[in-house]
């Protein structure tokens, strides 16, 4: 379900009331869902090259292959268009094309060192520092942001899961805080202003697992308190974590919980309640790491036929049929790598070492 509002964030006009809506809590919650499976794996009793290297598995080398692959489309796009160029301009053909190439040769050779600045950075966020310039990787920054909180938590935890709930509290929120100062002035790599801010997300999920939340009967009134919660951030503003847009970071982080919260209660409910209808929604969430890779390719690789219907969508604010577009297609890629075993072992590690396995 987080997944899918994930795609309805980026498929609505950026300054609509449903973008404000979706972008009140998908990122965040993705932070609260790792927090609750760093509880539910116990992941503090392992060492931390061992999180290390599971995270980068699961993390980083997607990014890194995703990033490569976007690039690949974006450099044979422009490629066989200033081949097009040349041999609709000429009457000489092999001169046209290896003229072409030569200008492409120059064209890539430029592209890869900016390509290789940007990765390094990870940027959610053009940024500018010293004469350099790291050029947005759009949706990606949120992986190797999400590597650095979960480093970031695994210490906090390893220094601090001895001492009271109270004590870790206030750690938390001097983490989120500095990391919501940094983020005013400058755009941390890999995003990790973003990253200390997350760590109240991380917290909040470890907690709800720790405790076993969503095992207990919840009062209607704690509903009642999440939801009031909730519309107040919508009425302040909400939050966009890749911009470092916080309005009132304290409304924006609470009401962020408290939507957060609400969603996974419902999915809990509908999990233990209405199998037969909820059955095809585990089996996107399976596929939330290649829908969130490959969802926005659609400006990048689509012809211009279906660029324009992308574009129109967005524009007329047609979410709904472009979420469904997106996700249709993303299923597509995701049947297809599982067919390609090096691709599958960067998409689906757990799934290809089982298969190694037996």
Not at 2 to 25: K, N, R, T
Not at 242 to 247: M, T, V, W
């Amino acid at each position: 379900m987080a997944i899918i509002c994930v795609v309805m964030g980026h498929s609505v006009e950026a300054i609509s009331l449903h973008h404000l809506f979706f972008f009140s809590f998908h990122m965040p919650i993705f932070f609260i869902i790792s927090g609750f499976l760093f509880a539910h794996s116990n992941s503090i009793t392992l060492r931390f090259g061992e999180i290390a290297y599971k995270r980068f598995r699961n993390l980083l080398l997607p990014y890194l292959v995703t990033v490569l692959i976007g690039f690949f489309i974006y450099w044979s796009i422009n490629f066989y268009g200033v081949v097009t160029t040349y041999y609709s301009g000429n009457r000489n053909l092999i001169f046209s094309i290896i003229q072409g190439i030569d200008n492409s040769h120059q064209f890539i050779l430029k592209d890869c060192q900016q390509l290789l600045l940007s990765i390094c950075y990870g940027a959610s966020k053009e940024v500018v520092l010293f004469h350099l310039v790291f050029n947005s990787l759009g949706v990606f920054w949120f992986l190797p942001s999400l590597f650095s909180a979960i480093i970031i938590f695994y210490f906090f935890l390893k220094l601090f899961d001895k001492y009271s709930i109270a004590i870790q509290s206030i750690i938390i929120i001097i983490l989120t805080f500095v990391g919501y100062m940094i983020g005013k002035y400058i755009f941390l790599p890999w995003s990790i202003d973003i990253s200390l801010v997350s760590q109240i997300f991380m917290f909040s999920g470890y907690l709800m697992r720790k405790h076993m939340i969503f095992e207990k009967k919840t009062p209607i009134g704690l509903f009642i308190i999440a939801a009031g919660i909730w519309l107040l951030d919508l009425y302040m503003g909400s939050i966009d974590m890749a911009g470092r847009i916080y309005n009132n970071l304290a409304v924006s982080t609470i009401g962020a919980i408290a939507a957060s919260y609400l969603l996974m209660k419902l999915s809990y409910f509908l999990s233990n309640s209405i199998s037969f209808f909820y059955k095809p929604i585990p089996y996107i969430g399976r596929q939330s790491l290649v829908i969130l890779c490959f969802h926005t390719f659609d400006l990048m690789a689509c012809p211009p036929m279906i660029k324009h219907f992308i574009l129109e969508c967005l524009h007329n604010n047609h979410w709904i049929t472009l979420t469904g577009f997106r996700l249709c297609y993303s299923l597509l890629i995701a049947k297809a790598i599982k067919l390609l075993p090096l691709l599958k072992s960067v998409y689906y590690p757990r799934t290809s070492k089982i298969i190694e396995e037996h």
